[in-house]
């Protein structure tokens, strides 16, 4: 059973002080690992897709890495506007299921 | 941008009830997915569907639930009968290819059962 394990579970930054979202996961077979921004009430916002180990992706103040355990999402002098919960889900070769965990809530405070 | 859109944004149903959530997946997809967060809870997966059929489904997906595409456009998942523990906001989303494609949501339809 694919796992994914995000920490922490909530993070309070300063506005322009940059820091890192852990995604841990064990899948059987990775054909993708997805990065999404939810805001509150809203449905999953697609920021990145990664596929191999060494890949890395960015968009804006946002940068995502991925080894073979593990995804980064780095965060580079965030601004309010960046405060949202940021989820990470897994797809195994096996189907197209998103396996998901339990998100990342950042708070950017100015 | 194409995006995919859901009706209603937010229904109140009483226990026992049928309920049937509405999907316009984006118009090139062929992939079509229904997720659901249960407040303060991970997305879960329920069911995939492709060429007019379920490919996948979760445990959660029971003979309780029903997914139909009734026309070219239009994708609709169904709860016969509503179960408190059914409230949740309900995520449809669809995909251009499989597995590994990217995956795109619509905004929720927030269900309440009372």
């Known amino acids: 059973e694919d796992q994914v394990t995000q920490s922490p579970e909530a993070l309070r930054l300063q506005e322009g002080e940059s820091s890192s979202l852990n995604c841990s996961y064990t899948?059987?077979?990775?054909?993708?690992l997805f990065w999404y921004r939810q805001d509150p009430g809203k449905g999953p916002e697609f920021l990145f897709t990664?596929?191999?180990a060494g890949e890395e992706k960015e968009k804006e103040r946002l940068k995502a890495t991925l080894t073979k355990k593990e995804s980064f999402l780095h965060i580079t002098a965030p601004k309010p506007e960046d405060s949202a919960t940021y989820l990470c889900?897994?797809?195994?070769?096996?189907?197209?299921?998103?396996?998901f965990g339990g998100g990342t809530r950042l708070m950017v405070k100015p | 941008e194409p995006e995919v859109t859901q009706t209603p944004s937010h229904q109140v149903t009483q226990m026992g009830q049928e309920v049937i959530l509405r999907c316009v997946p984006i118009s090139n997809h062929l992939y079509f997915y229904w997720y659901r967060q249960i407040l303060g809870q991970k997305v879960e997966f329920l069911v995939s569907f492709y060429n007019n059929e379920i490919s996948e489904k979760s445990e959660i997906f029971d003979d309780q639930f029903s997914v139909e595409r009734p026309d070219g456009s239009n994708f609709t998942l169904k709860i016969r009968s509503t179960k408190l523990e059914d409230s949740a906001m309900y995520f449809c989303?669809?995909?251009?290819?499989?597995?590994?494609?990217?995956?795109?949501f619509g905004e929720g339809s927030w269900l309440t059962v009372v």
């Open positions: 889900a897994v797809n195994n070769n096996a189907g197209n299921m998103l396996t």
């Open positions: 989303a669809s995909s251009s290819l499989r597995g590994g494609n990217t995956i795109y």
């Open positions: 899948v059987s077979g990775l054909r993708g």
């Open positions: 990664l596929y191999s």
